[in-house]
């Protein structure tokens, strides 16, 4: 089956650096991935959505300027948190989907814990 | 109000067990709904899609009611690795829409099933 995998599944930072984190589509063409962040006992909440050759859709309450997301190739997207905060620790994870899967049956990625000193 | 709405338990029970979970939803416009399960520090994975004439997938059935907004998921003969939390969620369905896919997920119900 497909298969999302994302780099780095962990990473810490200290505050105010900025960190990039890659969703990369292993066997298929992604034209649409979401981004989620799940803090500890919280459910997972939409930031973005990223579209392969536009801008991404943020959700309400998400800071653009803060999050940057790039989708330029059909295989990759990234989130870079940008001048990171002790409040941005949380679980990042990607999904991704093509034309081909129905609604809601996406595929995850292995998501990546940031914690920012 | 939260779009989907869960208990989030624990639901502590033994081995053998039956189970159920509930969920509701307030987006009358959701289009698509499932049960995904998410063990800890680690990404969702689906475990079944909820279709309105109810579906079961072995130990799992899943209900829906729309005109309740109501979403249910029954575990029978609970094993020791169904310990999980078992998330509600529900999907948009704007076919070629740049929210297609968009999935809204509740706060999850854990599960511990215990020998």
């Known amino acids: 089956g497909a298969v999302v995998s994302q780099h780095p599944s962990w990473v810490i930072c200290k505050s105010g650096t900025s960190v990039k984190i890659e969703c990369r589509s292993l066997?298929?063409?992604?034209?649409?991935m979401f981004w989620y962040r799940q803090f500890p006992k919280q459910s997972l909440m939409l930031m973005a959505t990223?579209?392969?050759?536009?801008?991404?859709?943020?959700e309400q309450g998400v800071e653009k300027d803060k999050f940057l997301i790039n989708h330029a190739s059909l295989t990759l997207s990234t989130l870079t948190v940008t001048s990171a905060h002790p409040e941005d620790s949380s679980f990042y994870i990607c999904?991704?989907?093509?034309?081909?899967?129905?609604?809601?049956?996406?595929?995850f990625g292995e998501g990546s814990r940031l914690t920012v000193l | 109000r939260k779009e989907v709405e869960q208990d989030p338990g624990p639901f502590n029970v033994p081995e053998g067990a039956t189970v159920a979970f509930n969920c509701t939803y307030s987006?009358?416009?959701?289009?698509?709904f499932f049960w995904y399960r998410q063990d800890c520090r680690k990404e969702p994975k689906l475990l079944m899609s909820?279709?309105?004439s109810g579906n079961e997938d072995g130990r799992f059935t899943a209900q829906l009611n729309r005109a309740s907004q109501y979403i249910s998921l029954l575990i029978r003969d609970s094993k020791l690795s169904d310990s999980a939390t078992y998330l509600c969620?529900?999907?948009?369905?704007?076919?070629?829409?740049?929210?297609?896919?968009?999935?809204?997920f509740g706060q999850g119900t854990i599960l511990t099933v215990h020998p």
């Open positions: 999904s991704a989907r093509t034309s081909l899967v129905r609604t809601g049956e996406l595929f």
């Open positions: 066997d298929f063409q992604a034209t649409t």
């Open positions: 990223s579209n392969e050759g536009s801008k991404a859709t943020y």
């Open positions: 987006n009358s416009a959701s289009q698509s």
């Open positions: 909820v279709y309105s």
């Open positions: 969620v529900s999907g948009s369905a704007n076919a070629g829409g740049t929210s297609y896919g968009k999935l809204t």
